[in-house]
């Protein structure tokens, strides 16, 4: 069974910084996309960011420049660096194994003004 558990959101001012991770047991993330979106109160869950299986990374526009996404093999683990955070980056943030139908339980990141 495929798990994934988020962790590391929490509340930032404006132009802060936060890591999240996604640590996946059951399946390895080399061997696997994985994503991360997030959803804001009353919005549509968007894709951010993703790590392909070799090892190539996707942003959406919105957090070029200020993103990064990265794989720890040894861990089993994938993060979601964000620099840079404005309010309108506030939702909950998923990590996403599509391969594998499998998603956290997500995490909250609140970006105060």
């Known amino acids: 069974q495929v798990q994934l558990v988020e962790s590391g959101g929490g509340l930032v001012q404006a132009g802060g910084s936060l890591r999240l991770s996604c640590a996946a047991s059951?399946?390895?993330?080399?061997?696997?996309?994985i994503a991360w979106y997030r959803q804001a109160p009353g919005k549509q869950r968007d894709l951010v960011a993703q790590i392909t299986v070799t090892g190539r990374t996707n942003f959406t526009d919105s957090v070029k420049d200020r993103f990064t996404i990265s794989r720890d093999i040894a861990k089993n683990t994938v993060y979601l660096q964000m620099n840079n955070l404005q309010p309108e980056d506030t939702a909950v943030y998923y990590c996403?194994?599509?391969?594998?139908?499998?998603w956290g339980q997500g995490t909250q990141v609140t970006v105060s003004s």
């Open positions: 996403n194994a599509p391969l594998r139908a499998a």
């Open positions: 059951g399946t390895a993330v080399s061997g696997n996309v």
